[in-house]
């Protein structure tokens, strides 16, 4: 009987010991066009107060990365967890049909069992419809039935460039105080004006209106009693909505701001170490393949991404970028960055970064100073490559030049890095049958056949 006892309590223990936590539930809360201007990255200028106290006790990724310069090539990779390139949908406003066998990060999750909602944006460049189980202004975890685990995600557009060049009183109505223009810092490619310290202060105001959102959807977790078993990725779709950020294949333009929430009981989903900063390199193509690691999900074999989350995690080595079309500005250029250069290959090296295009009107006060103080004929050489061709090959050193000023392309002594990174590059390119060098056209007439 005392044997019988014993091995009871042993199978009882070791069941106990096997327990699984349920699912965890996954919460993307995302902006737009803001580079990495939290607290919690050691910017003095912003008033972040949510975001920091959610990072305390989290993850702040120092290299997170759009693999896009430009709101619908970044989500189309998000979503996908494939290069835009590779899906043919890097052109802004493209019409390109993917490939009617793609199923993208909810609908993979919605085999497993997951309630997925998107509260509202998508700008995939693709359809969006019959993906979701919600997709609308309406669009909550709430509205799942009881004991699903969900998918959100919420979108603010708060923070687009749209907002942030003009100066709508209504945007900001909820603070209580705002940012001083006379103390705002302007990085020395763009001109130290009186009107862009004023955008400066706008820029950072449009972002404490942001933070109070992400306040209001952690409360609504915490009121639902959710919030510890709920992952959470804050994160921005790009750089700022402002010249040499968006639509520049620079670090400026892709480096965006990335906090992760992981709750105690799953903290073994993410070995990436102790709370605090995590300086490994991820990119937008690998949030998707981290959600399905998280959720225990198989990768599909179409992915191109890595999980940088669970038990199958990778250190990467590189982040590839591109731009392409965007709007009636033609354009293309690709990237690859190693923690500390960053290397750019321009295929129109002809055409500058600001071209006569409605995408740049001067309806944005950024472009509208920009273009006064040029016709003054005050920028400096450095404010003046944006309106000049390009190099056809740029390398900047992060470390010793963060403002990306001094193209060492032809520096002799950084010869073989250069070589690395352009092989590194045209591999990639060749790996991910990148689209960008079919006329567009023709790859909508080819997509069109095979769809």
């Not at 103080?373 to 056809?392: H, I, Y």
Request: hydrophobic share 35%; glycine share 6%.
């Amino acid at each position: 009987m005392r044997n019988l006892l014993i091995l009871f309590f042993v199978v009882i223990s070791f069941s106990c010991k096997q327990q699984k936590h349920p699912e965890p539930n996954i919460l993307w809360i995302s902006c737009e066009d803001i580079s990495p201007a939290w607290g919690c990255y050691g910017d003095e200028q912003a008033t972040t107060p949510n975001i920091d106290k959610l990072s305390t006790d989290g993850y702040i990724f120092t290299q997170a990365f759009s693999n896009a310069p430009i709101c619908a090539p970044a989500r189309s990779t998000l979503i996908s967890g494939m290069y835009a390139t590779s899906l043919g949908t890097q052109n802004l406003r493209s019409e390109i049909p993917v490939s009617a066998n793609l199923k993208i990060l909810p609908e993979l999750l919605r085999e497993q069992g997951y309630f997925t909602t998107n509260n509202a944006k998508t700008d995939y460049n693709f359809s969006a419809e019959g993906r979701w189980d919600e997709n609308g202004n309406e669009a909550h975890w709430r509205n799942r039935p009881v004991g699903k685990p969900f998918f959100s995600v919420f979108n603010f557009g708060i923070t687009h460039e749209g907002h942030t060049n003009t100066d709508n009183p209504d945007d900001t109505k909820s603070l209580t105080s705002k940012h001083s223009a006379d103390v705002m810092k302007v990085p020395p490619y763009l001109p130290d004006t009186e009107e862009f310290r004023s955008i400066m202060a706008h820029q950072y105001d449009l972002i404490t209106v942001f933070d109070q959102e992400v306040g209001k959807l952690l409360n609504e977790l915490k009121e639902d009693g959710l919030y510890e078993n709920t992952i959470v990725f804050v994160f921005s779709d790009h750089g700022y909505g402002l010249p040499r950020y968006k639509r520049w294949l620079y670090n400026t333009g892709l480096q965006v701001p990335f906090v992760l929430h992981v709750p105690e009981k799953y903290k073994a989903l993410a070995p990436i170490g102790q709370n605090g900063k995590v300086d490994q390199m991820v990119g937008f193509v690998d949030f998707a393949p981290s959600v399905l690691e998280l959720t225990g999900n198989q990768m599909p074999k179409m992915m191109e991404g890595q999980s940088f989350l669970g038990n199958s995690s990778i250190n990467k080595e590189l982040i590839f970028g591109y731009r392409d079309r965007a709007d009636d500005v033609y354009d293309m250029s690709r990237s690859a960055y190693d923690g500390r250069y960053l290397y750019i290959r321009n295929y129109m090296p002809q055409r500058p970064y600001i071209q006569n295009a409605i995408i740049f009107n001067k309806g944005k006060r950024s472009y509208e100073e920009l273009f006064r103080v040029r016709e003054l004929g005050e920028l400096s050489d450095e404010q003046m490559k944006l309106f000049q061709p390009k190099n056809p090959e740029e390398l900047y050193d992060l470390v010793n030049d963060p403002n990306e000023l001094n193209n060492l392309i032809d520096d002799k002594n950084h010869m073989q890095i250069v070589t690395r990174l352009h092989e590194a590059l045209k591999k990639h390119v060749l790996d991910t049958h990148d689209t960008g060098l079919l006329n567009e056209g023709d790859m909508m007439s080819r997509a069109d056949a095979v769809s």
